[in-house]
């Protein structure tokens, strides 16, 4: 158990009401302005008997992909919210990942809603009739078991690394997520999946403007090697996201040989039945964009990019081996 500045351990009383980054605090206000429901988007767009079997699977198949950053989302940001508490940081730090938990949540909800109409009990319990079925029910349970190791690795975190270091390293998931969100929902053609990924487009918009307060509220009184230490976990980062945003890399996905050629064959046929479903080539763009647009602000705060080669990013030389924990944060 980690002790605090008093040598008691952490406790989420007295608590404060302290604002110190009005930036922050806006960003929290934000979040009831822009509220959406789930619930309130056409979903008998996706009606079963539009699509044929393959179409079917192959969009639930995106969606529980898409869940499982969700889901370590939801778990992230409920540890880092108690964690904030426990640790008494300024009120609108709380409240803002907590309002990132609620969003994580809804996200989460968009896919078990997709799955279930199109898919019913995919993936945990769906009985598969076919290859494509096969493949794809493996696929995600592969995936969801290397969620696991990452998981046990976000949990060990907190006892191996300063808070502040934490903290300051959650924007980088959302810069990827808020252009490639967008790009979903400006390629999609049901307009269930417009409305979804143009409401989590804007969520993302936010969590990336608080994180952002964050890191510059954080990485101002932070030591060079702390700084570097983000840059690694930008890089995390990018390995951990890889097999939704960008295609899976090894150094921490354990997965087999063919599992490649059937999420491309999967996603290929979830953009025919209007999910839209970048390519390769367009998430590596996006990528490549949405990391330059914000590398002046992180260099001005000494915070270096890493080199991501795969997208054509330069910057520092990370290297993460095969096997290497990932310590990264999540949508
Ligand atoms: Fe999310
Ligand atoms: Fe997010």
Not at 84 to 96: G, L
Not at 190 to 213: C, P
Not at 269 to 291: H, M, N
């Amino acid at each position: 158990m980690q002790i605090d500045r008093e040598g008691s351990a952490p406790n989420i009383f007295p608590g404060n009401w302290d604002v110190v980054t009005q930036e922050l605090l806006k960003t929290y206000e934000a979040w009831f302005k822009q509220n959406w429901g789930p619930v309130e988007l056409p979903w008998d767009e996706l009606d079963r008997k539009n699509f044929d079997d393959s179409e079917a699977v192959a969009q639930a198949y995106w969606m529980a992909k898409l869940a499982l950053f969700e889901k370590s989302g939801i778990g992230a940001f409920s540890l880092a919210t108690l964690q904030a508490a426990r640790y008494n940081m300024e009120d609108p730090t709380k409240k803002f990942l907590a309002g990132v938990t609620y969003d994580e949540c809804r996200h989460d909800e968009i896919c078990r809603r997709a799955c279930n109409r199109l898919c019913p009990g995919f993936p945990y319990k769906f009985k598969p009739k076919n290859t494509l079925e096969e493949k794809a029910l493996r696929n995600i349970q592969v995936l969801y078991d290397n969620g696991r190791r990452y998981w046990s690795a976000f949990e060990q975190v907190w006892q191996k690394y300063p808070l502040e270091l934490i903290f300051s390293s959650f924007f980088f998931a959302e810069i990827g997520a808020q252009l490639i969100f967008k790009q979903v929902a400006d390629k999609s053609r049901l307009s269930v999946y417009r409305q979804a990924f143009s409401n989590i487009t804007k969520d993302e918009s936010r969590h990336l403007a608080g994180t952002l307060a964050l890191l510059e509220r954080l990485a101002s009184d932070m030591p060079k090697e702390q700084k570097l230490m983000i840059t690694r976990q930008m890089k995390h980062g990018f390995i951990y996201l890889s097999p939704l945003l960008y295609r899976p890399m090894h150094e921490f996905w354990r997965l087999p040989d063919d599992f490649y050629e059937w999420d491309r064959k999967l996603e290929e046929i979830a953009a025919d039945a209007g999910l839209g479903v970048p390519t390769l080539e367009e998430k590596s763009e996006k990528w490549y964009q949405a990391i330059q647009l914000h590398r002046k602000k992180l260099e001005d705060l000494g915070v270096p990019v890493p080199a991501i080669k795969e997208v054509g990013v330069d910057g520092v030389e990370i290297s993460v081996k095969k096997g290497d924990n990932i310590v990264a944060t999540p949508l």
